[in-house]
C-alpha cells in the first residue's frame, strides 16, 4: 500500500504532511488543483454508496461486512470512506495491549459465526515431530533462480564451510546469525544477492555430509544458522523428488473475516475501493492522480538568527548588454551568504561571486560589479548599518554566460519535453524521444508498460501525422481506464476532478 494515497485519503495530506511537507508538483501533468481534487474525491465518498457500487461484484458481501463491522466498532459514526480509514489506522497505531482487547471483543464471535462446528481440543503438553529433512541438490531444481544450479550448489558449500569454521571453534557458542554468515561467505562469493536468496531457503536442508539448520536462539531472540554432522545419531526422513511428489488437495479457502487481521482488512479496501472500484472511473482516475504526485517539499522560512552574523540571500541579475540579449530562461535564484558583523561591502561581492560560481555553471566567470540599490556605497563601507540582515540582495555584474547548454545540475539544457498528459519538463518518470523532432514523451503516455522494452525506432504521433502516416481508420474512443489515464489532465482527467 503507498502511504501517500493510504494516509492522502484518510488525513488529506501524504505521510510526510505531519512534518509540514505539502504537495510540490506531480508527474505526468498532475497539477496541485488536480491532486487537491482528487484527494476530495477519494475521501468523500460514502460508505453506502460504496456499498451500493459493490453490489453486483463477488466481493459485495465481504465488502459489507466489512463496513458494518468496522462501523459497530466505532464509537463515532462512521460516514465517508475516509472516516473509515481514519478509524483503522487510529486502531492501528494504539498500544498492543488496548488494540488486541478492540480486536478480540468482536473478532472472536465472528470466528464462531464461520467455524461453528469447531470443536477445541485439548493438546498435549509435549508433541513429537518428525522433522523432514531434504537434500539442497534437490531442492535447487524447484527453486525459480536466476542463477545455474552449480551456482547455487557452490554457494550452499560456502555457507556450509563457513558453519564447519565456527562449529570447531572451541571458544565460541550457538550457532551464527545470518549477517555473520553473510559476511563471512563474501570472502569467497561477491554476489550478496547469491548469498542472501541461498540463504533463506537454507533450513533443514542436507548439503553433502551436514544438515543445516534455522532457529531462533531463546537467549538472543536472533535468528541462527547451525550445522550437524548427518551420522550424528540424525536420521533424515526421506523426500520424494520433485517428479514424484504428490500433489496436496487445495486448502479451503476460508472467508474474509473482518477484525481477525486489521492489515488485511486495510489491504482489502486499498485494492478493491482505491484500486480496482467498479463503477465509475473517476475513483480509479483519482487514484492514479494521487500516486502520480511524489513530489513533496517543505518550506524552511528564511530567518535571521540573533548571532554575530549577518546572512543575505544573493542573486545575479545580468548587466545591460546581457539583457538585450535573448532570454528564454529565467535565472537561477539566490544563495544565501553569511559574513560576520564587520564586513565590508566589498567582502560581500567576494562572498556572493563564490557562492554562485559554486553552484551554478552558468556563473563560473561572473564577476559582481555593483549591488542594486547599493550603488552609492563605497566599496571599504561597512555593511552593518547600512544594510539591514535577511534581506534579498541582487548582484549586478558581468561574465554571464548565458549561451552554455549547462545551466543547471540536470547536464545540457538541450532536451525539450513536450507531452501528451501536459508534462514539459522532466519529472522523474520514463520518457522516451521521438527520432524525427527528438521532443522527450512519456512511455506509459505512449501506451509503452515501464517494464517492457522501447521500440528501437521511435515516432511520436505528432511526427506521423505530419508525414501523412495515418493509419486510415477512425480512432477509437477511449473505453477502459488505462487509455483515460494516457489522455492529457488538462484535457479529460481534469474534468473529472472539477
Given at each position: 500500500m503507498d502511504l501517500r494515497l493510504l494516509y492522502g485519503v484518510a488525513y488529506g495530506h501524504p505521510w510526510f504532511g505531519r512534518w509540514g511537507y505539502k504537495f510540490c508538483r506531480g508527474s505526468f501533468g498532475v497539477t496541485k488543483h488536480n491532486y487537491g481534487r482528487a484527494i476530495e474525491i477519494l475521501s468523500a465518498v460514502e460508505l453506502d454508496q460504496i456499498i451500493q457500487d459493490f453490489k453486483d461484484s463477488d466481493q459485495y458481501e465481504e465488502m459489507k461486512q466489512m463496513i458494518h463491522y468496522y462501523r459497530d466498532l466505532s464509537e463515532t459514526q462512521l460516514m465517508t470512506f475516509k472516516d473509515l480509514l481514519r478509524f483503522m489506522l487510529t486502531v492501528k497505531s494504539c498500544p498492543c495491549a488496548q488494540k488486541k482487547r478492540i480486536m478480540a471483543a468482536t473478532a472472536s464471535s465472528s470466528i464462531s459465526k464461520h467455524l461453528p462446528r469447531m470443536t477445541l481440543q485439548k493438546k498435549p503438553l509435549m508433541k513429537e515431530k518428525c522433522t523432514r529433512y531434504r537434500k539442497f541438490s534437490s531442492l535447487v531444481g524447484t527453486l525459480d533462480s536466476r542463477w545455474p544450479t552449480r551456482r547455487l550448489e557452490y554457494a550452499a558449500e560456502v555457507i556450509v564451510n563457513t558453519l564447519k569454521e565456527k562449529k570447531a571453534d572451541k571458544l565460541s557458542k550457538g550457532g551464527m546469525s545470518r549477517q555473520d554468515v553473510r559476511d563471512a561467505a563474501r570472502l569467497h562469493i561477491g554476489d550478496t544477492g547469491l548469498l542472501d536468496y541461498v540463504l533463506k531457503s537454507m533450513n533443514n536442508v542436507i548439503v553433502g555430509t551436514h544438515i543445516v539448520r534455522r532457529a531462533v536462539n531463546p537467549t538472543t531472540k536472533i535468528l541462527e544458522y547451525s550445522i550437524d554432522e548427518l551420522d550424528g545419531g540424525i536420521r533424515p526422513v526421506r523426500v520424494a523428488e520433485p517428479?514424484?511428489?504428490?500433489?496436496?488437495?487445495?486448502?479451503?479457502?476460508?472467508?474474509?473475516?473482518?477484525?481477525?487481521?486489521?492489515?488485511?482488512?486495510?489491504?482489502?479496501?486499498?485494492?478493491?475501493?482505491?484500486?480496482?472500484?467498479?463503477?465509475?472511473?473517476?475513483?480509479?482516475?483519482?487514484?492514479?492522480?494521487?500516486?502520480?504526485?511524489?513530489?513533496?517539499?517543505?518550506?524552511?522560512?528564511?530567518?535571521?538568527?540573533?548571532?554575530?552574523?549577518?546572512?543575505?540571500?544573493?542573486?545575479?541579475?545580468?548587466?545591460?548588454?546581457?539583457?538585450?540579449?535573448?532570454?528564454?530562461?529565467?535565472?537561477?535564484?539566490?544563495?544565501?551568504?553569511?559574513?560576520?558583523?564587520?564586513?565590508?561591502?566589498?567582502?560581500?561581492?567576494?562572498?556572493?561571486?563564490?557562492?554562485?560560481?559554486?553552484?551554478?555553471?552558468?556563473?563560473?566567470?561572473?564577476?559582481?560589479?555593483?549591488?542594486?540599490?547599493?550603488?552609492?556605497?563605497?566599496?571599504?563601507?561597512?555593511?552593518?548599518?547600512?544594510?539591514?540582515?535577511?534581506?534579498?540582495?541582487?548582484?549586478?555584474?558581468?561574465?554571464?554566460?548565458?549561451?552554455?547548454?549547462?545551466?543547471?545540475?540536470?547536464?545540457?539544457?538541450?532536451?525539450?519535453?513536450?507531452?501528451?498528459?501536459?508534462?514539459?519538463?522532466?519529472?522523474?518518470?520514463?520518457?522516451?524521444?521521438?527520432?524525427?523532432?527528438?521532443?522527450?514523451?512519456?512511455?506509459?503516455?505512449?501506451?509503452?508498460?515501464?517494464?517492457?522494452?522501447?521500440?528501437?525506432?521511435?515516432?511520436?504521433?505528432?511526427?506521423?501525422e505530419s508525414l501523412g502516416h495515418s493509419r486510415g481508420e477512425p480512432q477509437e474512443e477511449v473505453d477502459n481506464s488505462d487509455d483515460l489515464l494516457m489522455i492529457p489532465a488538462n484535457e479529460y482527467v481534469a474534468q473529472f476532478l472539477e
Open positions: 517428479e514424484a511428489d504428490v500433489v496436496p488437495e487445495p486448502l479451503p479457502v476460508l472467508p474474509l473475516v473482518p477484525g481477525a487481521d486489521l492489515y488485511g482488512d486495510m489491504a482489502f479496501l486499498y485494492t478493491k475501493v482505491l484500486m480496482n472500484y467498479p463503477e465509475p472511473e473517476v475513483m480509479e482516475l483519482a487514484s492514479q492522480a494521487v500516486l502520480d504526485s511524489k513530489h513533496f517539499v517543505k518550506e524552511w522560512p528564511f530567518e535571521d538568527d540573533e548571532d554575530q552574523l549577518l546572512r543575505f540571500i544573493c542573486q545575479a541579475i545580468p548587466n545591460m548588454i546581457d539583457l538585450e540579449a535573448n532570454m528564454n530562461r529565467e535565472l537561477p535564484p539566490g544563495e544565501i551568504v553569511m559574513l560576520p558583523l564587520h564586513a565590508t561591502v566589498a567582502e560581500l561581492k567576494q562572498a556572493a561571486e563564490s557562492a554562485l560560481r559554486d553552484t551554478y555553471c552558468i556563473l563560473e566567470k561572473f564577476v559582481v560589479t555593483e549591488i542594486d540599490r547599493m550603488e552609492e556605497l563605497e566599496d571599504w563601507e561597512l555593511l552593518f548599518g547600512a544594510v539591514e540582515s535577511g534581506a534579498e540582495l541582487f548582484m549586478r555584474g558581468d561574465g554571464m554566460d548565458l549561451n552554455t547548454e549547462l545551466r543547471y545540475e540536470g547536464g545540457p539544457d538541450n532536451w525539450k519535453v513536450r507531452c501528451e498528459c501536459g508534462a514539459q519538463d522532466d519529472d522523474g518518470e520514463r520518457m522516451v524521444a521521438c527520432d524525427i523532432c527528438e521532443v522527450w514523451q512519456h512511455t506509459r503516455c505512449n501506451g509503452i508498460e515501464d517494464s517492457g522494452t522501447v521500440p528501437p525506432l521511435f515516432i511520436c504521433t505528432g511526427c506521423c
